[in-house]
């Protein structure tokens, strides 16, 4: 029988990546459990919604019920568990909905492990539990502790330490990753990436948090899901496996770069009030993945920007959906937001 694998929040970015991902280079089966809120989108599956070996389940990852019958309907040998509600600023706002689903929702995941024999179990975290670099600092390596300051990177250093406490306490075959910032194709535009490159195309102000001078590594979004494949079939249980682009950027000179690959004048950068508490560096050490795992960033982020650029000015269609009138009412209803054009076009991650 072939391998079959739970993607949780696989509508999502990293997730719809890396289903096509498997799909293209494995045998496997993949189910793709997702809830489908504001950031998970089906379009971004189109491609292989008609491939046999690809399955759709909508739920959510807290209903300990649904994820049993899913890990027994399907024969499931695996999960990599990449759904999580991720954006800073709506931590910032509102903490609950994180601790739900990050916390609570790997809760379920890593019992229902537990109780179904899963063979291995992949958590996809952040480099963001690592905290804040200064200038001179050397890049974070695993053994770098765990000190989260926004409570997005809380409610994923909470989930880790769930993780670890599985495996050392109840034998789960879990694996930890942890990857700096992604980007790449399919990216919910409320990320700094594509949303520069949304707002530059239609001239509109780009909001850049206080000085811009915050320095973020930048991972191609393919190359993650490389990372997370290589964890998943070599990477040692109990063990943490940092994936990084060795691509640090200031926001600023991101942005910069952006309007400078669609002949857009700098003029359109707006600088906005600051995130409170923005972390001032994320950098990630890749040693332990590439000599264990045998894994290496292939796409330099000049030729990544490239890329992304590109796929997001030939699918306008797909960043005008997105981008529409469920978008809003989904934070109105979930959040209490009133969403202008210019409030939505402020909210950034990076």
């Known amino acids: 029988m072939s391998h079959t694998v739970i ?17 293209r280079w494995r045998d496997w089966h993949v189910v793709n459990l997702d809830a489908l809120t504001y950031a998970g989108n089906l379009d971004n599956l189109r491609q292989v919604e008609q491939n046999p070996r690809y399955h759709f389940v909508h739920g959510r990852i807290e209903d300990a019920r649904l994820v049993r019958q899913v890990i027994e309907q399907y024969a499931v040998g695996g999960i990599i568990h990449c759904a999580a509600e991720s954006h800073v600023d709506r931590s910032i706002l509102s903490a609950e909905p994180f601790i739900e689903t990050n916390v609570r929702g790997t ?20 480099d963001e539990v690592y905290g804040s670099l200064e200038p ?13 300051n926004s409570p997005y990177a809380a409610s994923k250093a909470a989930a880790d330490c769930l993780v670890r406490a599985f495996v050392h306490t109840y034998g789960v075959p879990a694996i930890i990753t942890r990857c700096s910032n992604n980007y790449g194709p399919y990216q919910f535009p409320e990320k700094l ?11 509109k102000p780009l909001p850049v948090y206080g000085d811009g001078q915050q320095v973020r590594d930048w991972i191609y979004v ?11 079939e070599h990477g040692q249980v109990g063990e943490v496996y940092n994936f990084g682009g060795e691509s640090e950027r200031r926001n600023v000179d991101v942005v910069r770069a952006i309007l400078r690959l669609l002949g857009k004048p700098e003029s359109l950068i707006q600088h906005v009030a600051d995130r409170p508490g923005h972390d001032r560096r994320y950098a990630i050490d890749c040693t332990k993945a590439r000599q264990q795992l045998g894994w290496a960033p292939t796409v330099d982020f000049d030729q990544g920007l ?40 402020s909210s950034q991650e990076a």
């Open 7 to 23: 993607v949780t929040g696989g509508a999502g970015f990293i997730g719809s990546n890396l289903v096509r991902w498997i799909l």
């Open 107 to 126: 809760l379920v995941l890593l019992e229902a492990a537990r109780a179904c024999s899963i063979e291995r179990f992949v958590h996809v975290s952040t």
């Open 136 to 148: 001179e600092d050397p890049p974070f390596t695993e053994e770098s502790p765990l000190r989260p």
């Open 193 to 203: 990436i594509p949303l520069m490159i949304a707002n530059a195309l239609e001239e």
């Open 222 to 232: 393919e190359d993650h899901c490389r990372g997370l494949i290589a964890a998943y």
């Open 306 to 345: 490239e890329r992304t650029i590109a796929w997001y000015r030939n699918n306008q269609a797909w960043v005008n959906a997105v981008r529409s009138g469920e978008y809003r009412s989904y934070y109105r209803q979930q959040y209490g937001w009133r969403l202008s054009e210019s409030s939505q076009g």
